[in-house]
């Protein structure tokens, strides 16, 4: 499924050589059956602001956005668990799970990483795939909509996923936009646990960049 790692491509901290890419990336989102014009319309407008100005501020508008909100982290057992010792464990299984597959870790990045996982899942069949979204899917339009709500062309990743997942994207004309920092995500969440059939237990971690 070679949207899925276009889409895991845009997700990720931009790069020199993320943007070189770009071309390959939009043409892979406009070749895929499985993206609507609708997303597809989004993606085409956020690869368009990751090829345009300097690469440094993108990047610092990158860091702000998934690194300084937890509303918008990229990594999703963060909003299920927080720092709780739960995430550690739920961390575990599912590098057991990329194990089992054949699929190996080659960033420093957590297995819990959303371009991870559509990484992971781009070398899986369609059904697993979209099973593997659905079970996520509340996170990932909990991500879309802070997202919308900060006015960020990335709402468009998230959107197409949902969508890729057999899932309804977020209804952006609904979403108050906001100027002021999104809200933490200190408190508990009442989120049903992500990828149902993984048991999910045990201790944290964060994400670096380079």
Not at 13 to 32: G, K
Not at 98 to 123: K, N, Q, W
Request: glycine share 4%; with cysteine.
């Amino acid at each position: 499924m070679i949207e899925l790692r276009a889409l895991a491509a845009l997700l990720s901290y931009p790069t020199a050589e993320m943007r070189a890419a770009l071309p390959e990336i939009a043409d892979a989102i406009r070749r895929s059956p499985l993206i609507a014009s609708r997303e597809r319309a989004g993606l085409d407008a956020l690869v368009a602001e990751l090829a345009a100005g300097d690469l440094m501020e993108a990047q610092e508008r990158y860091v702000d956005l998934f690194d300084r909100s937890r509303a918008t982290s990229l990594n999703l057992f963060e909003h299920l668990y927080g720092e709780s010792r739960d995430r550690g464990e739920a961390m575990i299984d599912l590098k057991r799970v990329y194990a089992r597959a054949g699929f190996e870790l080659t960033t420093s990045e957590l297995p819990d990483y959303l371009p991870v996982l559509l990484e992971y899942l781009s070398c899986r069949d369609v059904r697993e795939a979209r099973a593997m979204l659905a079970d996520c899917a509340h996170i990932l339009r909990s991500i879309a909509t802070a997202l919308i709500a900060r006015g960020s062309a990335y709402a468009a990743v998230l959107q197409a996923t949902l969508a890729i997942a057999g899932e309804a994207p977020v209804d952006a004309a609904s979403v108050p936009r906001r100027t002021e920092p999104m809200e933490s995500l200190d408190r508990d969440w009442p989120e049903k646990p992500a990828f149902a059939d993984v048991p999910l237990t045990a201790m944290s971690g964060k994400s670096t960049r380079p």
